[in-house]
DNA sequence: CGATTTTCCGTTAACGATAACATTTTAGCA
DNA sequence: TGCTAAAATGTTATCGTTAACGGAAAATCG
């Protein structure tokens, strides 16, 4: 009766069984392990030998439960096939390998709905030493979060939230990204400004069109209520935004749109109505997603680095979980940058 | 001296000071949680409502420990900032979730060089029941994993990895999309149809790459190496890729670009050197990205269901894990689709 | 050379939970 | 009412590891 390839009765290697072969006491075993200085030289290289021939690996989960501290965080994600979230997540990826902890992820089905309280204590059954919570910020949906708080036993950090008090926080600075593209538009010489905005129920969304108005209104420039549509990050929604934008303002020269999936779809629009881009209309994006550089035309945008606010943000929670200060939570705010290309430069 | 909302000196409830506060034995609360039968109702109720009042969470590293299995999934995958991969990684979740299973994840940093004993050693140092290898076949860079089967006390799955006997394996037909991809040309009466593929180091490309032959031969046709450039995936690839190709064979017109971003690059190209798409140049990408829609032109493609992968590929591995068949592992594949736009549509 | 320190290693208890078994209480029935 | 079966609960051992302590052997020293 051959078995096949996958036979699982293999067993873990306990720290035991290691003991046993080397002829010493567990605890030893957990010296030589953990490097500890009090073993006799030689009597180190036997038990290495066994440990190496056995392919011992300790587990982290029974240390875990005896020391306290799993070294593995909990991360609490959304929509992570929109490049933004995965680059965070791969931000945060590579810090936590470089500072030695694992990750246990949940991807929220909706970011709007979940219950808070089931998630946390969900990551906290497997001991997570802390947790990121890297999903946006929408609607009331942080109000669940806030309940918990008080109750939770390990730090916790947001990412793309509205910092609040005593809460460690990391954002992109998305007021002054819409400055920033604004204020671009205004230097091209460009008179009549609307925006295609993600759902204001986003935070990130209604920050993007503070920094829009606050340009504008730093200009000298009145802000029309008429210049806004609302889209929903979806390049379809961005064709017909632009569409209704300017068939209630056929004056529009330039638009700034909240980021470049929409973007995309702006410019499928402005062709097929034949508005020449730049010429007629400058569009500028949000993001700066790989593919920017090659639409048609090459589109201006504002860059974020997602990854460095999830390296930063993991960075932030590993020093709370690793040193706890009382408060510490100075919230960080990462400046986005201007990329100018084709599509809001004209001649 | 005012303390912080995040004052951690909270600590974790424990099934004894539910005992304690309930007046029964730490087995009774543990039969209650359990749902177990044996439990008279009253006493039931009574310690259910100690255990929401206390706010206790059973431990589940604690319970793994004794019971064998953490109810946690490994998860191995890389580049998940582009869409396959995300997606893959959210099918994947999705299962997991609805079956009861957490994620413990890990990005590799480079898909080909990487340290697999490591790797695994590191997932099951926190008893994963089974692990998901959801990063692609580059190279040799399944030697190391093999080498390590033989050891692996759990089970083990592969996304997107060639199929070897005995061995789970979930994949999408890549030689299929590159047939269908290549038919489609063929049937728009095309005569001289080039490939853009990706490296060729990749297994999957190499599976579009071999679609795209068999279909030419189906065909009648030859098939000449100069036809074929080599590009990384990348939009920028794709425009040096569609640059060069032109540049040996002019008669081109028609390609089938191993995936959307390049496919965008070509577009880009084929513009520059003014070949209109599709009536001079036919060309079609593969994935099917939510923005292939939205290039200029509309991108035909070939759509592959990558959340489904995921799905089927955990699967897969929990139904191995909850009942291991000695040898169960019928390898699993995803028929891709042709979604026709208008980049091979003249006319 | 005996006393003291240092080095090395072992023993016991504990982390938080459950399995397996043991015991008590209650119910069922003649 | 007494006896047995069933139901409800408690006890002890265990998962794999480390903390805390203790003890023996080796090294140091006057």
Redo the contacts with the bound molecule.
Sequence with gaps: MERSVRDSSR??V???EVAGAA?????????V??GR?????H??QHVQQIIESLGY???KI??S???GQSHSLGIVTFGISYYGPSQVLQGIQETAVAQGYSLMLTILPDAEIYNARQLMREMLAYHVDGILWAAPEIGQNRDGIQQELPHLSVPIAFLSAQPRPHQMTAVIDNRLGGRLATRHLIEQGRQHIGLITGPISWWEARQRELGWREELAAHGRDVDESFIAFGDWSAGSGERCLRMLLEWRPEIDAVFVSNDQMALGALKTARQLGRRVPEDLAVIGFDDIPEAAYFYPALTTIRQDTAELGRVGARQLITMIENPEPNGAEPLCLPPALVVRESTISG
Tied chains: 1, 2.
Excluded: E, F, M, Y
């Excluded at 002829?23 to 010296?31: A, C, H, L, N, Y």
């Excluded at 200085?37 to 030289?41: K, T």
């Design positions: 067993k873990r306990t720290i035991k002829g010493v006491s567990t605890q030893t075993i957990s010296r392990v953990n200085a009090d073993v006799a030289p009597t180190r690996q300790p587990s029974a240390r439960l005896i020391q």
